[in-house]
Every structure is written in structure tokens, then in C-alpha cells.
């Protein structure tokens, strides 16, 4: 593991040698998870593609930082005039992962990210075009606002949230419990420990500010939007059995790509597949990347 500093703030991440390719692929974990879930499809890709995965501020082994400090150093180092509402929204965060590619000098990247990550990996490729070369949202999608369901879905994670002591991580059954969530199968016994220990390490302030800054009817709305314009390449990976983000909410955020548009081929179903497809399908998806980047 290497560290760097973005922003002032101390992140972890792994970057695999240069290939003949030009492009390195950017790996951004979703919510309460950390760079390790890449590993399986790093392993199968980075003989051919160099690959960085980092995690996300706040969570695995990267530092969390005082709204203060950070939006001071937000607005010296973009020449913003007015400071950041939050510094938990996709926004903000794609703002790290700009200044992540920037200072590990990636000028061509294709953006892959889970659930959450997809998200910032969207608004990372709309504010950096001329870098970016196209993007992959896994477990990703959404764009409309109920508000019953999203003010439920909001109260409920903050609930999770609340029930994560340090010794959570001792209880003997706790593995049993992350083996089955969100997920078509079972993982393996390593997979659940260590969505345990995300669980249980990610900052307080970190975790509850995603939930909520990525949530409000202004940031769900404004998605379809945020998806029109971007003019690179966009690819959706689906899982079939996922419930937390069911295929039809994907192909409606997908829906207002050009892609979508113009041929309909945008959106790539995989099944037997809940929400963590790059853990339940590694090979699947490692194929679909592939398929996607040397084709287009």
C-alpha cells in the first residue's frame, strides 16, 4: 500500500505497473467499502491495463479531514470564490479524485466505480473530459426522487450506522450476517470480515455524510442530468438479483446516455448478481471492462 497526500489529506492507494495500453483503469469502491473489493478484477486486468484503486476519504485506510481545513484547501487549490455546502457530496469527491489523477500524472483513464463510486465517477468524468475517457458504473444508477421510499431508505442507514461499536467486529456470527447481505450467494468468509472491518473503521462523520449528501432530491434529480452531458462513453454493469439497485433504475439513469439513445447497448445485465458484483462475478466483469475498453 502507498499513500498520498490529496488536499491535505492522507489517502491509500494501489497502482499497478504501466502496459502497452495508454489508458490506466480507476477504481472507485461504493459506500462503506474500500479499495480491496477491486482486487479480484485488478487480478484479472492488470496484465494488460494498469489499474489504481484508492479509498475513498474516510473510509478503509485513507484519513477523514474537519470540514474547515478541508474547504480551505478545497478553494485554494480549484480558485473556488465561495466554499463547498459539504464536503461529503459525489462532487466533492470526484474533486479528489481529480487531483488524485493529476498528481499521479494519469492523463487517460477510464473510471469504474461501485454503487456510490459510480457516481463520483460520473460527475469525475464531467469535470475533467479531456482526461477521462470513458466510464463504468457497476451497481450504479438511479435519477428519480421517491421521496417516501429515499426518506426511509435515508433513517434506515442512519439506524445502521448507530449499531457499529468497535466490538462488532468480535461477535463469533457477525461474518454469517455480511456473507448474505445485498448479495445473490453467499461471499466468501474472507469477503464478509472484511466488509466488517469497512464497516466498522469508516469514519462517523464520513459515513453518515455520504448517506446524506448523495441522497437529497437535488443530487438524485439532478443525475439524468449530470448523465446527458457527459460526452464520453458510458457503461452500465447490472445485477440481476441486486436489490439495492434494481436493473430498471439503472437502465432509466442509463437511459439518457447518447449510448442509450442511439443504440440501447449501454447497459449490460449480469446474472445470478446482487449488489456487489465485482466480488459475487469477478470474472464476468472483468470480461465486460475489457470487452467495453478495447472496443471502444
Given at each position: 500500500?502507498?499513500?498520498?497526500?490529496?488536499?491535505?489529506?492522507?489517502?491509500?492507494?494501489?497502482?499497478?505497473?504501466?502496459?502497452?495500453?495508454?489508458?490506466?483503469?480507476?477504481?472507485?469502491?461504493?459506500?462503506?467499502?474500500?479499495?480491496?473489493?477491486?482486487?479480484?478484477?485488478?487480478?484479472?486486468?492488470?496484465?494488460?491495463?494498469?489499474?489504481?484503486?484508492?479509498?475513498?476519504?474516510?473510509?478503509?485506510?485513507?484519513?477523514?479531514?474537519?470540514?474547515?481545513?478541508?474547504?480551505?484547501?478545497?478553494?485554494?487549490?480549484?480558485?473556488?470564490?465561495?466554499?463547498?455546502?459539504?464536503?461529503?457530496?459525489?462532487?466533492?469527491y470526484a474533486q479528489d479524485l481529480?487531483?488524485?489523477?493529476?498528481?499521479?500524472?494519469?492523463?487517460?483513464?477510464?473510471?469504474?466505480?461501485?454503487?456510490?463510486?459510480?457516481?463520483?465517477?460520473?460527475?469525475?468524468?464531467?469535470?475533467?473530459?479531456?482526461?477521462?475517457?470513458?466510464?463504468?458504473?457497476?451497481?450504479?444508477?438511479?435519477?428519480?426522487?421517491?421521496?417516501?421510499?429515499?426518506?426511509?431508505?435515508?433513517?434506515?442507514?442512519?439506524?445502521?450506522?448507530?449499531?457499529?461499536?468497535?466490538?462488532?467486529?468480535?461477535?463469533?456470527?457477525?461474518?454469517?450476517?455480511?456473507?448474505?447481505?445485498?448479495?445473490?450467494?453467499?461471499?466468501?468468509?474472507?469477503?464478509?470480515?472484511?466488509?466488517?472491518?469497512?464497516?466498522?473503521?469508516?469514519?462517523?462523520?464520513?459515513?453518515?455524510?455520504?448517506?446524506?449528501?448523495?441522497?437529497?432530491?437535488?443530487?438524485?434529480?439532478?443525475?439524468?442530468?449530470?448523465?446527458?452531458?457527459?460526452?464520453?462513453?458510458?457503461?452500465?454493469?447490472?445485477?440481476?438479483?441486486?436489490?439495492?439497485?434494481?436493473?430498471?433504475?439503472?437502465?432509466?439513469?442509463?437511459?439518457?446516455?447518447?449510448?442509450?439513445?442511439?443504440?440501447?447497448?449501454?447497459?449490460?445485465?449480469?446474472p445470478d448478481c446482487g449488489h456487489?458484483?465485482?466480488?459475487?462475478?469477478?470474472?464476468?466483469?472483468?470480461?465486460?471492462?475489457?470487452?467495453?475498453?478495447?472496443?471502444?
Open positions: 500500500m502507498a499513500t498520498i497526500e490529496i488536499l491535505g489529506v492522507p489517502h491509500a492507494y494501489e497502482l499497478t505497473a504501466p502496459t502497452s495500453c495508454s489508458h490506466t483503469l480507476v477504481f472507485v469502491h461504493g459506500w462503506l467499502n474500500s479499495r480491496g473489493y477491486w482486487q479480484p478484477t485488478i487480478s484479472r486486468l492488470s496484465n494488460d491495463f494498469q489499474c489504481l484503486s484508492y479509498d475513498l476519504r474516510g473510509f478503509g485506510e485513507s484519513k477523514s479531514r474537519a470540514k474547515t481545513d478541508y474547504t480551505r484547501q478545497q478553494t485554494h487549490s480549484y480558485g473556488m470564490t465561495d466554499s463547498l455546502d459539504s464536503i461529503y457530496t459525489p462532487a466533492a481529480i487531483a488524485l489523477l493529476q498528481q499521479l500524472n494519469i492523463t487517460s483513464a477510464w473510471l469504474i466505480g461501485h454503487s456510490l463510486g459510480g457516481t463520483i465517477a460520473l460527475w469525475g468524468s464531467a469535470q475533467m473530459p479531456e482526461w477521462v475517457k470513458g466510464v463504468i458504473c457497476i451497481n450504479a444508477g438511479g435519477g428519480i426522487y421517491l421521496k417516501e421510499a429515499f426518506e426511509q431508505f435515508r433513517s434506515a442507514g442512519q439506524r445502521f450506522l448507530q449499531i457499529r461499536p468497535r466490538w462488532l467486529s468480535q461477535l463469533p456470527l457477525i461474518d454469517l450476517l455480511f456473507m448474505r447481505a445485498s448479495v445473490a450467494r453467499p461471499l466468501n468468509r474472507y469477503w464478509a470480515r472484511q466488509r466488517v472491518i469497512d464497516f466498522v473503521v469508516a469514519d462517523p462523520e464520513a459515513a453518515l455524510g455520504t448517506l446524506l449528501d448523495s441522497t437529497t432530491e437535488e443530487e438524485v434529480n439532478y443525475l439524468p442530468q449530470l448523465v446527458s452531458q457527459i460526452k464520453q462513453p458510458v457503461y452500465f454493469l447490472a445485477g440481476a438479483e441486486d436489490k439495492v439497485m434494481e436493473p430498471k433504475y439503472v437502465r432509466h439513469l442509463a437511459s439518457f446516455h447518447r449510448l442509450f439513445q442511439y443504440c440501447g447497448d449501454n447497459v449490460i445485465e449480469i456487489l458484483a465485482m466480488l459475487e462475478q469477478p470474472d464476468a466483469v472483468a470480461s465486460h471492462i475489457r470487452k467495453i475498453i478495447t472496443s471502444s
